[in-house]
């Protein structure tokens, strides 16, 4: 079943903040030697073991592709760092694998040749007609026998689902089902039709209808469309052709001309649709459909509502249970560790990352990590370890100060924001901090000198 991008940093963590917030900050040059991208493997490399076996890079990169596709337009994941969108990027391909199989091997569902002939018979062919390439091209096919592979895919996987669905008792209303199925054959059907435009911004609406009610009449008394397009139409692209449009698809009309021509029959000659622009007169010559029965449309519906609901998602998990799933890739698994609320373990394999690579990134979540977990003594050394590399960076300071206030060294902790204080300088954002973490154990004399300071700041602006 198995078939560095620049790490962003994490500035301007607030100490007494319960999560880590990903902050813009001033003056963190000395960063950027420390955020280089690792290039030394290829991504996703080892990240990732299913039942004792590492899925394969060609995968992780594949479903990195449809990642970014899928949400390159998404702020909420573009303001994610790299970190954040790797941990999705994990549980979409840890679910691809695991349907994979579930459909392949576990549901006990098959699909024939004889099936496979019959969806290009049905859904392919009168679509695409006489362009079966295109449909391949569009699917990323080279030849028919991969499209056949592709669709018996499709096949296995909606029966599948349809199957899981059913176990987990989810049930269309017949109001669901009524709505959808008319907008399912609708939008899954092309007509040839002749159509005469009659334009009201030419010379007005009331003129307009009556017009068009008279060519109405007209060729119901059997008179010629092509001639009478001719003559009347306001549709300079087609009145030379007799108003003739050819495989017409819904969605390219206003929603009143598509559910007027796409619910006619082949020979229908219908009333004067009215439209934002005028009146439309049309003549179906052709219907070609390419839609599900209403039982097939169901199943469809059925297996799309399961895969938005709550109860996919329980049955998913539940069914994952049945799999050894193990993040090996050391960033990946910490920020998995973290995400799950296990803080002692994703704060030591961050301090090992940090250790190793130097990425600020690693000891800013080593220390947060810590702090969430109450694990004082760990926060206080991952501090000294932060401020051994980074002795200008004012928030590793308060990091030990807060582990050491909790541990009952206050004079200890009170020599750290002193410290803190003369790396903060005139930096307000940081005196801030400075001055919440003083507040937070009552020492009011010291936050009355950082409103000293700040007043003294404000002061220097204004001069």
């Given at each position: 079943m198995v078939h560095k991008k620049k790490t962003a940093v994490i500035t301007g963590v607030a100490v007494l903040v319960g999560i880590v917030i990903i902050a813009l900050a001033v003056g963190y040059n000395y960063y950027s030697k420390r955020n280089k991208p690792q290039e030394s493997k290829e991504f996703g490399f080892q990240a990732l073991k299913i039942n004792g076996t590492y899925v394969?890079?060609?995968?992780?990169?594949?479903?990195?592709?449809?990642?970014?596709?899928?949400?390159k337009r998404n702020a909420d994941v573009l303001r994610m760092n790299d970190h954040e969108r790797n941990d999705m990027l994990l549980d979409q391909v840890i679910e691809r694998l695991l349907l994979e199989d579930y459909v392949n091997n576990k549901s006990g569902v098959t699909a024939t040749d004889s099936e496979v002939e019959d969806y290009i018979n049905r859904f392919i062919k009168p679509r695409y007609g006489d362009s079966l390439g295109t449909f391949m091209s569009s699917q990323g096919y080279t030849n028919e026998e991969e499209m056949k592979a592709g669709i018996k895919e499709y096949i296995l996987k909606h029966k599948a689902l349809y199957k899981a669905a059913k176990e987990k008792n989810v049930t269309l209303t017949e109001q669901e089902l009524d709505e959808g199925y008319e907008k399912h054959k609708i939008q899954n059907k092309k007509v040839d039709i002749r159509h005469i435009f009659i334009s009201s911004q030419e010379r007005g609406k009331e003129e307009a209808k009556k017009l068009a009610d008279e060519i109405y009449n007209r060729l119901k008394n059997n008179e010629d469309f092509e001639t009478l397009a001719k003559q009347y139409s306001d549709d300079e692209k087609t009145k030379e052709s007799g108003g003739v449009i050819t495989e017409l698809r819904a969605g390219f009309n206003e929603a009143v001309f598509d559910n007027a021509v796409f619910t006619a029959e082949a020979g229908q000659l219908l009333e004067p649709i009215e439209v934002a622009r005028g009146y439309e007169i049309v003549y179906v010559d052709k219907v070609t459909d390419f839609y599900r029965t209403r039982d097939e449309y169901a199943e469809l519906l059925t297996v799309d509502k399961f895969m938005?609901?709550?109860?996919?998602?329980?049955?998913?998990?539940?069914?994952?249970?049945?799999?050894?799933?193990?993040?090996?890739?050391?960033?990946?698994?910490?920020?998995?560790?973290?995400?799950e609320k296990q803080y002692n373990e994703a704060g030591a394999l961050y301090e090992e990352l940090y250790k190793s690579e130097k990425d600020a990134y690693y000891i800013e979540m080593a220390c947060e990590a810590y702090k969430l977990a109450e694990n004082w003594a760990g926060l206080i050394e991952a501090g000294k370890l932060a401020v051994k590399e980074n002795p200008d960076f004012v928030n590793y300071y308060l990091y030990q100060a807060e582990g050491e206030f909790k541990v009952g060294d206050a004079n200890k902790a009170k020599e750290l924001l002193k410290e803190a204080e003369k790396k903060a300088g005139d930096n307000t954002y940081f005196l801030d901090l400075i001055r919440k973490m003083y507040e937070s154990q009552g020492l009011a004399e010291d936050v009355e000198r950082i409103d000293r300071k700040f007043q003294e700041i404000s002061e220097k602006l204004k001069g």
């Open positions: 394969s890079t060609d995968i992780m990169k594949e479903e990195r592709n449809k990642f970014f596709e899928k949400y938005q609901s709550d109860a996919y998602k329980e049955w998913f998990e539940e069914y994952k249970k049945n799999y050894d799933i193990e993040i090996t890739d050391p960033a990946m698994k910490a920020f998995r560790l973290f995400r």
